[in-house]
């Protein structure tokens, strides 16, 4: 039985695939072609493939020098595999595929991407025939991940980003509520008891800040402090906080509270304040790294004063979450969002597609940042899973209703709770 090859094609088009350019070098210059045949082969030696017809020069140049080298393309590098795929002329206006690149050599000669998510400098060990193709193995010789973003993807014959996929659970703590009561002069007592209603619930409560702690008890998983200092840290947790919360700031300082905070076994979460404002992507890219190599347990992205867009949010998040979730020592990411212009529950979603789980709010919305009870009817509108139920959360948020005499911001809590 013959294949029809237009079948056949379409059918290969359907599997999704990373985009990489596959170069070699020869006596006239450096040469190149888009390429998604590449995979890898072992990890002792480390050997990967490449699979290249045999019609086109750059399997000639590489059959004849022996050497090839893979750089795998970024989300925002698409129009580098269209130029190595001969669909625009270069930079320049002409043919040149490597102007305008950050094209360097490593061992073999054969250029490398600098600025792609990884390249692989190899020399060729194998050569085997398959049909019109040659499967070249080679040997890594040279390989980096200098940038740590997410890729450019190929279905289909269409050049996209990760497909969105929503996690399977979410979290919700409270970070607003004892400084939002505090704002509303609500007595202590009655802040105690939501907060114990809360953290009955499975929210992680913020009970300690910089002007005020509230009586805790209990699981001490659910119970956080704000210090700004590593002496702070041991009153933290002999008052019962299980969590340790700062803002990021100076790195000596942050290692020391840090160690303090591994001294007495607590979980630690560091704030970036204005995180998604867009001259900042850059610092806030830069700081995740950093307090990932410190050894934060938790990174919180505080959406600031200034309002962020469902596309800022998404292009933090889409880099932030491939640097925190790739190191040997994965880090979580937590966001703290308002709830301006509507746009509060348009970000919270676009943020659980960008694999975000955990979402600081506040009950009721009182402080300006989404709703404990919202975030969690969001989940449940999307049959995902969240840690609280929401008949206790609703029930909090109604009985703090009841306490400041009138409607609360959030958008569900008079929801009924299924």
Known sequence: MTIDPDTFRSVLAQWPSGVSVVTTVAGDG?????ASSFSSVSMDPPLILVCLNRRITTHALIEASGVFAVSVLAKDQAMVGRRFAGQVAGEDG??????????????????VLTDAVGWLDCRVVHAYAGGDHTIFVGAVLGASTERIVAPLLFHSRAWGQLADVLPDKVGVADSGLLAALRTHTVSAGVAGRLATALRAAGVRVRVR???????????????????????????AALGGAGVLELVAGDPVVTKHILDEADRYDMTATCWLPDAFAPDRTADVLDAVDMLAALGCDEIGLDEGAEAASPRQVRALLQDATVRASTRLRPVSLRVRLRDRHGLGLVNALTAMKSGVRHFDTTLGGIDGVLACEDVQFLADRLGVACDSPRAALVAAAADLERHLGGALPGRTYRVSVS
């Open 30 to 34: 450096w040469h190149g072609m888009t």
């Open 94 to 111: 002409v043919t040149d595929r490597f102007a305008g690149g950050a094209w360097e050599t490593r061992t073999t000669g054969a250029p």
């Open 209 to 235: 800040d910089a002007y005020g702690c509230l009586t805790s008890s209990g699981d001490r998983r659910t119970a956080t402090a704000l210090v700004a200092t590593a002496d702070e840290v041991a009153d």
